[in-house]
């Protein structure tokens, strides 16, 4: 994939995550570097929905379904999906 199109890619993903923003206090981010998938080195990114709030079931069918049709028009086998709980840890 191009330069332009995994920019691209990267932004559905975002896109994607942001109707599930409820507030101010939650907000979209990313980063990108490198990892491996086998044998291969290629590009990565981690797109994160930073929230206080728990999707409800009927949102995670929807948030999957649409990730899955970003990921096969980008051509990705796959898109990792991570939900779990982060805590801000204060000085």
Not at 18 to 39: A, I, K, L
Not at 55 to 84: F, N
């Amino acid at each position: 994939m191009g330069d332009d199109m995994w920019a691209d890619f990267i932004k559905n993903v975002c896109d994607t995550l942001h109707p599930y923003r409820v507030d101010n206090g939650s907000w979209v981010e990313f980063h990108t570097g490198h990892g491996e998938y086998g044998d291969t080195r290629e590009d990565s990114a981690m797109v994160t929905l930073l929230s206080d709030r728990i999707l409800a079931d009927w949102e995670l069918i929807s948030l999957r379904a649409t990730l899955m049709v970003v990921a096969r028009h980008y051509g990705q086998e796959c898109v990792a999906l991570t939900i779990g709980t982060s805590e801000l840890i204060f000085t």
